[in-house]
């Protein structure tokens, strides 16, 4: 076994996956910190914003669980959900990009590593942004870059504040220069708002 599939299989032992606000569907009742292992109920855990109560912790946090911690219950409206990665480079290292897709999006539900909407926080909106670790990284592609520049510019166009919960690491290199460019065109949306 190499070492990248030991620490794959370790991250297997530990709890990821969807969890919702209000029931225990999903990954079980019970969940093992990632650094001292100690297993907690669920909800005790999520309540405490995934931080252990044991050694104190700040157990990594999903899109999903994110926007329930921000946003007021249900009140949030996803925007672009349908938009999906390609591969024009036809890039390959270890693995095909077009492969290292397909597993995220299986693995996560998501179609690539932001998610992007709008909300209420006690009844006042806002646009909200949630990237996704889990997603190769919470790297940012075409996709990823075309999504927050879109809430930020339907913040503007509505007059609403947004928030931008950033969980990356860094641009997808998959993508090469198309991801490189997204910086660019975030800091453009930005500019005017
Ligand atoms: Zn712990």
Redesign the pocket.
């Given at each position: 076994m190499s070492l990248i599939d030991w620490f794959a299989a370790r991250r297997k032992d530990q709890f990821v996956g969807k969890v919702s606000q209000d029931t225990d569907e999903g990954d079980g009742l019970w969940v093992k910190?990632s650094?001292?292992s100690?297993v907690a109920y669920r909800k005790d855990l999520i309540s405490n914003f995934n931080v252990?109560s044991?050694?104190?912790?700040h157990n990594r946090i999903n899109s999903d669980e994110r926007i329930n911690i921000i946003a007021d219950k249900n009140s949030f409206k996803e925007f672009d959900s349908s938009l999906s990665p390609t591969d024009p480079l036809g890039f390959k290292d270890r693995r095909a990009y077009a492969d290292r897709i397909k597993e995220s999006q299986a693995g996560t539900g998501l179609r690539d590593g932001v998610v992007t909407g709008i909300c209420s926080v006690n009844s006042m909106p806002l646009a909200l942004a949630v990237m996704d670790f889990r997603f190769m990284g919470g790297s940012m592609g075409s996709v990823v870059g075309e999504k927050i520049t879109r809430i930020i510019e339907r913040a503007t166009l509505e007059n609403f504040p947004i928030l931008i919960v950033c969980a990356s690491g860094g641009a997808r290199m998959q993508e090469g220069m198309l991801s490189l460019m997204q910086m660019a065109k975030i800091s453009g949306a930005l500019k005017k708002t």
């Amino acid at each position: 076994m190499s070492l990248i599939d030991w620490f794959a299989a370790r991250r297997k032992d530990q709890f990821v996956g969807k969890v919702s606000q209000d029931t225990d569907e999903g990954d079980g009742l019970w969940v093992k910190c990632s650094e001292c292992s100690q297993v907690a109920y669920r909800k005790d855990l999520i309540s405490n914003f995934n931080v252990c109560s044991n050694c104190g912790h700040h157990n990594r946090i999903n899109s999903d669980e994110r926007i329930n911690i921000i946003a007021d219950k249900n009140s949030f409206k996803e925007f672009d959900s349908s938009l999906s990665p390609t591969d024009p480079l036809g890039f390959k290292d270890r693995r095909a990009y077009a492969d290292r897709i397909k597993e995220s999006q299986a693995g996560t539900g998501l179609r690539d590593g932001v998610v992007t909407g709008i909300c209420s926080v006690n009844s006042m909106p806002l646009a909200l942004a949630v990237m996704d670790f889990r997603f190769m990284g919470g790297s940012m592609g075409s996709v990823v870059g075309e999504k927050i520049t879109r809430i930020i510019e339907r913040a503007t166009l509505e007059n609403f504040p947004i928030l931008i919960v950033c969980a990356s690491g860094g641009a997808r290199m998959q993508e090469g220069m198309l991801s490189l460019m997204q910086m660019a065109k975030i800091s453009g949306a930005l500019k005017k708002t």
